[in-house]
């Protein structure tokens, strides 16, 4: 998995061999069986992910019933609110596959990024690719119809109908079960 780390980077940055191997002695590569809890509500939030492989739900628990948020699958970064701070978690992170991840903590990262600042800098270009990712998902998101939400998951994510399961699904297009049912046989039979 630390090759999936490296080819990932290299994607964004000119690895020297040296760096390699420092990232490759330094990775904490962790794994993870389908539902475990990576983070809770309260938790201090100390640490962030880039999945390797499989999928990772972030969800809030609101009058008893979950939200979710985000999926995180291969190549994402999951840095979750108050990463970094003192402030305790408001979300939940789980694994809903078997999943892989290569963790960092602010300790880590700092320790990295000052042997390497080059790294630092691209680390920052894709935080700020994620920032406006997430404000185009929540844009379209609040001007949206619930079936147009669906529309935009299949065309831009349509690896998550496969597999997350679908009361998640709903949850994520702010929508019950069996709204997203409806909507997905009217969409099957446009198709």
Do not use: W
Not at 47 to 62: P, T
Not at 87 to 105: G, M, N, Q, R
Not at 147 to 169: A, D
Not at 184 to 190: G, T
């Amino acid at each position: 998995m630390e090759n999936d780390l490296i080819k990932y980077l290299s994607q964004h940055t000119v690895l020297s061999e040296d760096m390699i191997r420092i990232i490759s002695e330094r990775s904490v590569i962790r794994s993870f069986k389908k539902g475990t809890l990576l983070l809770k509500e309260g938790d201090p939030v100390n640490e962030c992910f880039l999945v390797l492989k499989g999928c990772i739900r972030s969800y809030m628990i609101i009058e008893g019933q979950e939200k979710s948020i985000e999926f995180f699958i291969e190549e994402q970064s999951v840095s979750p609110g108050n990463y970094g701070t003192d402030i305790p978690s408001e979300y939940y992170l789980e694994c809903i596959e078997d999943t892989i991840v290569c963790a960092a903590t602010p300790e880590m990262e700092s320790e990295m990024f000052g042997i390497y600042p080059e790294i630092e800098s691209e680390c920052r270009k894709i935080g700020e690719k994620m920032i406006a990712d997430y404000q185009a998902s929540y844009t379209n998101y609040k001007i949206s119809s619930a079936e147009e939400r669906y529309l935009n998951l299949m065309k831009h994510r349509p690896e998550l109908i496969q597999r997350v399961p679908q009361y998640q699904l709903a949850s994520y297009l702010g929508i019950t079960p069996e709204s997203l049912s409806r909507i997905r046989k009217r969409v099957a039979k446009k198709l």
